[in-house]
T-cell receptor, first 111, second 113 residues
Framework: GENVEQHPSTLSVQEGDSAVIKCTYS??????FPWYKQELGKGPQLIID?????GEKKDQRIAVTLNKTAKHFSLHITETQPEDSAVYFC??????????FGTGTRLLVSP | DGGITQSPKYLFRKEGQNVTLSCEQN?????MYWYRQDPGQGLRLIYY???????QKGDIAEGYSVSREKKESFPLTVTSAQKNPTAFYLC????????????FGSGTRLTVV
């Protein structure tokens, strides 16, 4: 079955810096890759997603890139702000099967 | 507004008691899921259901039970057989036949006292 690895587990940046979180997946048939943001005490919220027929997608300060050959995808956050501090989860899905989640990255943005 | 509602937000359980966590969605989603999250940890799948009156065990089903009598509802019972139930429980739902992400509820924090 699918396996998703996520790195780093913790990431500390200064406000205004960029942050990059990377995930690798094992199933070459996976075709959908969402990213979730979880604030303390809340449920995860979808922030951006990408499908296998697209290499990059942007939404204001966040972007996701996908390299199907290498089977990895990354979340990029530019001009980080303290409110970006949260836990971020990547996930991968093959067709109609269940999402498989990464282990999460705790991002801390210091003022 | 469409969404997924979990209740209660906080729940306290005495040793040996069963407790039931509620999850309701009005998104007309076919599939529903229960996850457990321990402090600083990832998401572990407990049970999931793709259709009414049918559900499957996830990775950590022991000590838990579910039912799916209505499309909108997927309650989770934490039984006395679950030895370490203190955790944050998340319910999610999704469209089944299209490859989209999940919509999560706001979670229930269960504490054994």
């Amino acid at each position: 079955g699918e396996n998703v690895e996520q790195h780093p587990s913790t990431l500390s940046v200064q406000e205004g810096d960029s942050a990059v979180i990377k995930c690798t997946y094992s199933d070459s048939a996976s075709n959908y890759f969402p990213w979730y943001k979880q604030e303390l005490g809340k449920g995860p919220q979808l922030i951006i997603d990408i499908r296998s027929n697209v290499g990059e997608k942007k939404d204001q300060r966040i972007a996701v890139t996908l390299n199907k050959t290498a089977k990895h995808f990354s979340l990029h956050i530019t001009e980080t702000q303290p409110e970006d501090s949260a836990v971020y989860f990547c996930a991968a899905r093959t067709g109609f099967q269940k999402l498989v989640f990464g282990t999460g990255t705790r991002l801390l943005v210091s003022p | 507004d469409g969404g997924i509602t979990q209740s209660p937000k906080y729940l306290f359980r005495k040793e040996g008691q069963n407790v039931t966590l509620s999850c309701e969605q009005n998104l007309n989603h076919d599939a529903m899921y229960w996850y457990r999250q321990d402090p600083g940890q990832g998401l572990r799948l407990i049970y999931y259901s793709q259709i009414v009156n049918d559900f499957q065990k996830g990775d950590i089903a022991e000590g838990y039970s579910v039912s799916r009598e209505k499309k909108e509802s997927f309650p989770l019972t934490v039984t006395s057989a679950q030895k370490n139930p203190t955790a944050f429980y998340l319910c999610a739902s999704s469209v089944l036949w299209v490859s989209y992400g999940y919509t999560f509820g706001s979670g229930t924090r269960l504490t054994v006292v």
